[in-house]
């Protein structure tokens, strides 16, 4: 089963989310429920391609945020690299 783990840059993204959209006081649990799934299936995400090309994107909780997440195979590990609103140009997705 693979381990998750989540970078800094992505726990401050997610926690500017949080402040920006002023999104519910259990977001953080529902976040990780999301991602409870990447354990028994690491490659459930989307592949990226273009500049994210080595990433994958998972939506969830809701249908506007995305996940980015890199599955390191050798390690079996997935490191969560950003959360995306997937209503911004910014977003992983929008460049596809």
Known sequence: MATVEVTRLARDELRELIEARRLPGDTRDRVSRSLLALEEFPRAGKQ????????????????????????????????VIAFHDARTSEAATAHL
């Open 48 to 79: 990226l391609s273009g500049v994210w090309r080595d990433c994958r994107a998972l939506i969830g909780p809701w249908g506007w945020l995305i996940v980015v997440y890199m599955y390191l195979e050798a390690e079996d590990r997935i490191v």
